[in-house]
């Protein structure tokens, strides 16, 4: 089992910033693809970027340019940091967790933090 804890999310104005971080535990967690996804109102849930355990990264088009994906293997945390934001950004942001790669299928999900863009 990998328990996955999102913290960071909260209010931003367009152009802002804001740092998600996500906490993993459990077993061999950190040798894990992680991942962040995200779903708006009335939307289906989309990738956002994912990370190996090697630290390969992908980025959804919507996002390449403006938001990082890193982690720090000996936290067994990952963090998202989200720069020049705007409105179609707003969704709760989910990570998940996967021995292989993460995809919207994957086991392993945080609970969720929201966040919202104002113009």
């Known amino acids: 089992q990998v328990q996955l804890v999102e913290s960071g999310g909260g209010l931003a104005q367009a152009g802002g910033s804001l740092r998600l971080s996500c906490a993993a535990s459990?077993?061999?967690?950190?040798?894990?693809?992680m991942g962040w996804f995200r779903q708006a109102p009335g939307k289906e849930r989309e990738f956002v970027a994912r990370?190996?355990?090697?630290?390969?990264?992908t980025y959804a088009d919507s996002v390449k340019g403006r938001f990082t994906i890193s982690r720090d293997n000996a936290k067994n945390t990952v963090y998202l940091q989200m720069n020049s934001l705007n409105p179609e950004d707003t969704a709760v942001y989910y990570c998940?967790?996967?021995?292989?790669?993460?995809?919207?299928?994957?086991?392993?999900w945080g609970q969720g933090t929201q966040v919202t863009v104002s113009s």
């Open positions: 998940a967790a996967d021995p292989s790669i993460v995809t919207t299928r994957s086991e392993y």
């Open positions: 459990g077993r061999t967690s950190s040798r894990y693809s």
């Open positions: 990370i190996t355990w090697t630290g390969m990264t």
